[in-house]
């Protein structure tokens, strides 16, 4: 009679389950804890338009300035700048020549005509009341400067972070100039009186 003998089957390893932590149904993974990056700092562009030696010092006055850059400097003429050649920035300073005041009044309509946004700040140095009065309908839209504001580094740094808020800011030199300016119309053409008499009688 054969003997039969049966040969054992190796055992197999039961897989333990390891408890994990609970965790709700579509919730994803948790991964490492993210670190919240706080926003760069915004500087103001900065378009600087006037003589070369001016502009010089303005640019190293405003080097050590973290919230004012720099963007470009426009040293020609600027009645024959090209306008769309300009350099952008957030704020142009120019530097009004009081012979030709209203060559800076053009160009800075035109460069905001350009740019909607371009805050204009002028630098006016002393000049004829007739002169300064071409800049009194723009007192409450642009920042007028005196030259001795324009001097003081750290006051035209914040001045200029000012208008590029979109907040002007005019001088108080400045307005006690303007302030000082006799009304338009106040001063009677004697010459051009006698003329209409004339012609009326």
């Known amino acids: 009679m054969r003997r039969m003998i049966r040969r054992s089957r190796p055992r197999r390893l039961r897989r333990t389950a390891v408890p994990v ?17 706080r926003p760069a700092p ?7 338009a006037g003589p070369v030696d001016w ?22 003429d600027l009645r024959r700048v090209r306008i769309y050649d300009a350099p952008k920035g957030d704020v142009v300073i120019i530097l009004v020549d ?13 460069m905001q005509a350009k740019d909607r946004s371009t805050c204009i700040a002028l ?9 300064l009065r071409l800049f009194d309908a723009y007192s409450g839209s642009w920042s007028l400067i005196s030259t001795a504001t324009c001097d003081d580094y750290d ?16 001088d108080t030199e400045i307005n006690r100039r303007l ?17 209409l008499v004339g012609l009326a009688a």
């Open 155 to 170: 006051l035209l740094g914040r001045v200029l972070e000012s208008a590029g808020r979109g907040i002007p800011w005019v």
């Open 179 to 195: 302030s000082a300016l006799e009304p338009v119309g106040s001063h009677v053409d004697e010459d051009a009186l006698d003329r």
């Open 98 to 110: 009081s012979t030709v005041p209203d060559v800076a009044i053009e160009f800075a309509r035109q």
């Open 21 to 37: 932590a609970f965790r709700p149904r579509n919730h994803p993974a948790q991964s490492e804890p993210s670190i919240t990056k």
């Open 123 to 131: 630098i006016l140095p002393e000049m004829e009341p007739k002169s």
């Open 55 to 76: 502009c010089m010092t303005i640019d190293s006055a405003l080097y050590e300035n973290e919230k004012l850059t720099v963007a470009g400097t426009i040293r020609d």
């Open 42 to 48: 915004t500087t103001t562009t900065v378009v600087l």
